[in-house]
């Protein structure tokens, strides 16, 4: 891992809007103050909290979702340098082979910036509509990884798993990376442990390094070494938002407890226009690199 804590801007999925020029201003600015990577979040569909007594969901179908590997690929040729973040695509509710592919070809379009966040997810409604089953979504994650890391450094590969056959067949054109990080989102001990035994890094949504944050660090950490794998082979992500206060101070905290990444929310702050989340990340990066 970089010495250098790196800094991330949190594309702002369901405010940014669907003007292309918007979206190529946005990453074109992010890129320029310095910023190390866009991290994007995934929703396929949104439910309809009326039919749904009780809904608890985050999002609706009223919240819009750019698809991130379809955004990825549009934001590799309008961007040079910055990196490609998704936080996180939903892997269990998609095809597995259908995953490795579209993140190979971001990552050879790109020239090897991806950064595959990958989670399990909370909304069965996605589920139900993909065709995927809700149940088992977090063992069948880890044979997904298994199999897109054999694909992603592998011309050829064959596969007998519980999930997924493959029979001597390949992608082509290979990643850039082989193989692509894979950094995992979510808190449940189960995910702690996947991360130590196999993940490149944890995606955290804590809007602040508290207590439940340090505690999930130390224990991704004493799991690695359970799992004999070096602590600081695993990348720590936190998040903070313009609305937490002092931004210098944020990425420090985060620091103080390990993160190797810091990424900043503008969304949900009362920013009116594609231009407000521009200023604000601009405002952002001056506070922090102080």
Same mark, same amino acid.
């Given at each position: 891992?970089?010495?250098?804590?790196?800094?991330?801007?949190?594309?702002?999925?369901?405010?940014?809007?669907?003007?292309?020029?918007?979206?190529?201003?946005?990453?074109?600015?992010?890129?320029?103050?310095?910023?190390?990577?866009?991290?994007?979040?995934?929703?396929?569909?949104?439910?309809?909290?009326?039919?749904?007594?009780?809904?608890?969901?985050?999002?609706?179908?009223?919240?819009?979702?750019?698809?991130?590997?379809?955004?990825?690929?549009?934001?590799?040729?309008?961007?040079?340098?910055?990196?490609?973040?998704?936080?996180?695509?939903?892997?269990?509710?998609? =095809?597995?082979? /259908?995953?490795? +592919?579209?993140?190979?070809?971001?990552? !050879?379009?790109?020239? $090897? &910036?991806?950064?595959?966040?990958?989670?399990?997810?909370?909304?069965?409604?996605?589920?139900?509509?993909?065709?995927?089953?809700?149940?088992?979504?977090?063992?069948?994650?880890?044979? =997904?990884?298994? /199999?897109?890391? +054999?694909?992603?450094?592998?011309?050829? !590969?064959?596969?007998? $798993? &519980?999930?997924?056959?493959?029979?001597?067949?390949?992608?082509?054109?290979?990643?850039?990376?082989?193989?692509?990080?894979?950094?995992?989102?979510?808190?449940?001990?189960?995910?702690?442990?996947?991360?130590?035994?196999?993940?490149?890094?944890?995606?955290?949504?804590?809007?602040?390094?508290?207590?439940?944050?340090?505690?999930?660090?130390?224990?991704?950490?004493?799991?690695?070494?359970?799992?004999?794998?070096?602590?600081?082979?695993?990348?720590?992500?936190?998040?903070?938002?313009?609305?937490?206060?002092?931004?210098?101070?944020?990425?420090?905290?985060?620091?103080?407890?390990?993160?190797?990444?810091?990424?900043?929310?503008?969304?949900?702050?009362?920013?009116?226009?594609?231009?407000?989340?521009?200023?604000?990340?601009?405002?952002?990066?001056?506070?922090?690199?102080?």
């Amino acid at each position: 891992m970089t010495d250098r804590i790196q800094l991330g801007a949190i594309f702002p999925q369901t405010e940014i809007g669907s003007d292309p020029a918007a979206i190529r201003d946005y990453a074109q600015a992010a890129e320029t103050l310095g910023y190390d990577y866009i991290l994007a979040f995934d929703h396929v569909l949104g439910a309809n909290p009326a039919s749904r007594p009780g809904w608890k969901g985050v999002y609706s179908h009223a919240d819009p979702f750019h698809e991130p590997f379809t955004l990825f690929g549009y934001l590799a040729a309008v961007t040079q340098n910055i990196g490609l973040a998704t936080g996180v695509i939903i892997l269990p509710q998609r =095809q597995t082979v /259908l995953v490795a +592919k579209q993140a190979a070809e971001v990552d !050879v379009l790109s020239g $090897g &910036r991806l950064r595959l966040g990958i989670g399990i997810g909370w909304n069965a409604v996605e589920y139900e509509a993909l065709g995927e089953s809700f149940g088992n979504r977090g063992a069948r994650s880890e044979e =997904q990884i298994e /199999l897109m890391r +054999k694909l992603w450094t592998n011309e050829l !590969v064959t596969h007998r $798993g &519980r999930w997924h056959t493959i029979t001597d067949a390949g992608l082509n054109p290979l990643p850039a990376q082989r193989p692509i990080p894979v950094w995992l989102g979510g808190s449940d001990d189960r995910v702690l442990r996947r991360i130590a035994r196999i993940g490149d890094g944890w995606i955290s949504n804590l809007r602040q390094p508290d207590h439940t944050a340090q505690r999930i660090i130390a224990d991704i950490h004493r799991h690695a070494d359970d799992a004999g794998r070096p602590a600081d082979a695993i990348g720590i992500e936190g998040w903070t938002s313009i609305r937490g206060g002092d931004p210098s101070q944020a990425v420090r905290a985060w620091a103080d407890v390990g993160a190797t990444h810091v990424s900043v929310n503008t969304m949900r702050a009362g920013l009116d226009s594609p231009q407000d989340h521009i200023d604000a990340i601009r405002r952002f990066m001056e506070a922090a690199a102080q």
